[in-house]
């Protein structure tokens, strides 16, 4: 079992040098992966339901908090590190033109020499697609697609995509990824999110939980699509209970999530720097699971 810190660009570490000390921090302690989260807007008084929180809004007051956006925060922390991997958990897809992204993406996975993990969904936030000007409706199809045209612009060495909403003929996209394929892990806990996990992605993040019908429905979806679905990596945040560990290891979970902001509200989180050296004996101890 793996272990990785997440909502790393929220809080006290949007600051360049006080971020730098929580990467290098838990780098040095054995975590092997910060996780970013995206929201490039949040309009005020929004009417969508945000689906990890019962009262529908996002918990913690954070409607006006800041948000760096997470390939420049991931690409400031990259170069303080070494091994350390960097994962958006997530990138709202749809909202991205997928040429320009894909650029980004390949531009930080091959200076990072190979340390990026895109994890992808399709949004929640009608009025912050309304903001940007992208269509909500059918956001997951045009989520597909943007992954299928972004991967043939890491992948070919003069790239051509055709689909319903991108399309390009021999174009160069360079520099590629350092990565031979940059993973792709699917967020959501829904079964769309598990399927679509299934279908294309290299690893399935179901947030919050891990709930063991959505994990068997990515990887049944995975088999059925002539893919290994033991290759299926599971990524799922840490439970309150660190005894839980080895229950979430028997369901197939391959890495869990510290929070590193209040806004999570559990007690296994990290306060500050300091408390990564004390996560080291717990990830010496469960890393074989």
Same mark, same amino acid.
């Given at each position: 079992?793996?272990? @990785?810190?997440?909502?790393?660009?929220? @809080?006290?570490?949007?600051? @360049?040098?006080?971020?730098?000390?929580?990467? !290098?921090?838990?780098? =040095? $302690? %054995?975590?092997?992966? *910060?996780?970013?989260?995206?929201? /490039?807007?949040?309009?005020?008084?929004?009417?969508?339901?945000?689906?990890?929180?019962?009262?529908?809004?996002?918990?913690?007051?954070?409607?006006?908090?800041?948000?760096?956006? +997470?390939?420049?925060?991931?690409?400031?922390?990259?170069?303080?590190? /070494?091994?350390?991997?960097?994962? /958006?958990?997530?990138?709202?897809?749809?909202?991205?033109? +997928?040429?320009?992204?894909?650029?980004?993406?390949?531009?930080?996975?091959?200076?990072?020499?190979?340390?990026?993990?895109? @994890?992808?969904?399709?949004?929640?936030?009608?009025?912050?697609?309304?903001?940007?000007?992208?269509?909500?409706?059918?956001?997951?199809?045009? #989520?597909?697609?943007?992954?299928?045209?972004?991967?043939?612009?890491?992948?070919?060495?003069? =790239?051509?995509?055709?689909?319903?909403?991108?399309?390009?003929?021999?174009?160069?996209?360079?520099?590629? +990824?350092?990565?031979?394929?940059?993973?792709?892990?699917?967020?959501?806990?829904?079964?769309? *999110?598990?399927?679509?996990?299934?279908?294309? %992605?290299?690893?399935?993040?179901?947030?919050?939980? $891990?709930?063991?019908?959505?994990?068997?429905?990515?990887?049944? #979806? $995975?088999?059925?699509?002539?893919?290994?679905?033991? *290759?299926?990596?599971?990524?799922?945040?840490?439970?309150?209970?660190?005894?839980?560990?080895?229950?979430?290891?028997?369901?197939?979970?391959?890495?869990?999530?510290?929070?590193?902001?209040?806004?999570?509200?559990?007690?296994?989180?990290? =306060?500050?720097?300091?408390?990564?050296?004390?996560?080291?004996?717990?990830?010496?101890?469960? !890393?074989?699971?």
């Amino acid at each position: 079992m793996r272990f @990785g810190i997440r909502y790393c660009n929220s @809080g006290p570490y949007i600051d @360049g040098p006080t971020g730098a000390e929580l990467v !290098q921090a838990a780098e =040095a $302690a %054995g975590f092997d992966s *910060a996780w970013t989260v995206e929201h /490039t807007v949040v309009p005020a008084n929004y009417e969508s339901t945000y689906p990890y929180h019962e009262s529908g809004r996002m918990a913690g007051g954070i409607d006006d908090a800041a948000w760096p956006d +997470p390939l420049i925060w991931m690409s400031y922390m990259a170069g303080v590190t /070494t091994t350390l991997k960097f994962a /958006t958990g997530i990138f709202i897809v749809p909202q991205h033109n +997928p040429v320009v992204a894909a650029k980004q993406i390949a531009t930080l996975d091959a200076m990072s020499r190979g340390r990026v993990m895109l @994890g992808v969904g399709v949004g929640w936030l009608r009025e912050e697609f309304e903001a940007i000007g992208v269509p909500f409706e059918r956001r997951g199809k045009r #989520t597909d697609e943007y992954i299928a045209a972004m991967r043939a612009l890491w992948a070919e060495d003069c =790239a051509s995509f055709h689909g319903e909403f991108v399309n390009f003929d021999d174009i160069y996209c360079r520099p590629q +990824p350092a990565q031979a394929n940059i993973p792709i892990i699917v967020g959501g806990d829904t079964e769309p *999110a598990a399927r679509r996990a299934g279908r294309l %992605g290299d690893g399935y993040f179901p947030a919050r939980n $891990a709930p063991p019908e959505l994990i068997a429905l990515a990887r049944r #979806t $995975a088999e059925e699509h002539g893919r290994d679905p033991a *290759a299926l990596e599971i990524t799922t945040s840490m439970p309150a209970d660190i005894s839980m560990l080895p229950e979430l290891a028997s369901r197939g979970v391959d890495r869990v999530l510290v929070p590193v902001s209040s806004i999570a509200g559990q007690a296994t989180m990290i =306060a500050s720097p300091d408390d990564c050296d004390r996560w080291r004996s717990i990830i010496e101890d469960h !890393q074989n699971l």
